[in-house]
């Protein structure tokens, strides 16, 4: 068995998250709120280290590169909602930072879409392709609103196109379930190997 | 100033943003896209300090006024200023705050995930028996891709891989393209809205 605190420590916190699985639990809920409260202190510690602390008091203190004034600003502002009447100056932040996703989204999300339909148009000379191309137009069909569901056409379309995300889906989700049981498999492995000693 | 002005600087940011990336100028003196980069992640790091604060007057007040669970709240916050506190003198990679991430944070985090293998495997069962072509199409995609990964899967029904493999490279590929693409659609109609002024709901009340 291991004499490694900080092994020590891991166990308890494994073991304590699994109790989860019983029910809900005191011993469970010490965990879950540590995990709000960790990585809350986390992420910002890690933000002023790697992001405040630079570009305030290195770029724009050290280096005059005053610019980062206009957000520095604007971040001071989104405190007004502590001071009653003047939450609204909050949101001059939000609109940069709105603002700024739409565009980026505009400006980027355009390429992968592109790449997604140049790669659709396969020419049809295998079952493989037939199938493929059938199900990207089936599945867009399902997914396209503007015509009744009840038109003919689109109701055969759409129901082949439910079948064909129904497939997507299930592939993602038997993907998941192998990736939530890696993790679970270190659990483990911590537990009988590092932990009590078991195994090689 | 309260509506008029937020919405004319998100217009004006989109714009700018989707312009400097169209017509980039490879030049030292003009990187605005790093600019309004930096800008952005420093805003989103005072932002956050935000739920610090939030997160101290929530679990604060939930003491004060004993509402029910109010002895985690105190757990809670004496634990997230403790790490905070610790984090800021040393940085999140010195020696103590770097122990308790990877001894106390780490062990947490992955065992939450990896709980949802148990009940991921319970919902699958539970979508097995409402006997629909869809839910049993969803599953038996799923049980042919999670036992083709595994050795398992060759070791029952030789060719299992193989037919694995079919399934993720075509079917599946279909059907997430068409998901992807309607993603990709459904995203940028967002954004053109929001770069037109239409969409408005981050102004919040109408206060």
Known sequence: ?200 | MRKELPTIICILMAVVVVVSMYFYVPNEKWKLMDMFDNWYNLLYYLAMGLGLINLTRIHVMAVVKRRPNWVYSIWLVLFMWAYFILAMIQTVDGPQADWVFQNFLTPIDSTVFALLAFYITSASFRAFRARTLEATLMLLTAFIVLLGTSPLGDLIIPGWTTAKDWILSVPNTGGQRGIQIGIYLGGLAAALRVMLGLERAYLGGAR
């Open chain 1, 1 to 200: 068995m291991s004499t490694d605190v900080g092994v020590w420590l891991q166990v308890i916190c494994t073991i304590g998250v699994l109790t989860y699985l019983y029910k809900e639990n005191w011993f469970w809920r010490i965990f879950e709120y540590a995990i709000v409260a960790g990585y809350t202190g986390y992420s910002l510690a890690y933000g002023y280290h790697n992001y405040i602390k630079p570009f305030i008091g290195e770029k724009m203190i050290k280096e005059g590169q005053w610019s980062f004034l206009i957000p520095l600003i604007l971040g001071i502002l989104l405190y007004a909602r502590f001071v009653s009447g003047w939450g609204w100056l909050g949101r001059y932040a939000m609109a940069y930072m709105i603002g700024y996703g739409a565009g980026y989204t505009l400006g980027f999300d355009i390429k992968p879409l592109l790449g997604q339909i140049r790669a659709s148009f396969i020419s049809l000379t295998s079952i493989n392709n037939i199938i493929l191309w059938l199900f990207i137009v089936t599945s867009l069909a399902y997914f396209f609103f503007t015509v009744s569901k009840e038109a003919p056409a689109m109701k055969g379309l759409s129901t082949v196109g439910k079948w064909a995300v129904m497939i997507a889906l299930g592939a993602s989700f038997g993907n998941t379930i192998l990736y939530r049981y890696n993790l679970l498999y270190p659990r483990m492995k911590l537990l009988f190997n590092t932990w009590l000693g078991l195994g090689g």
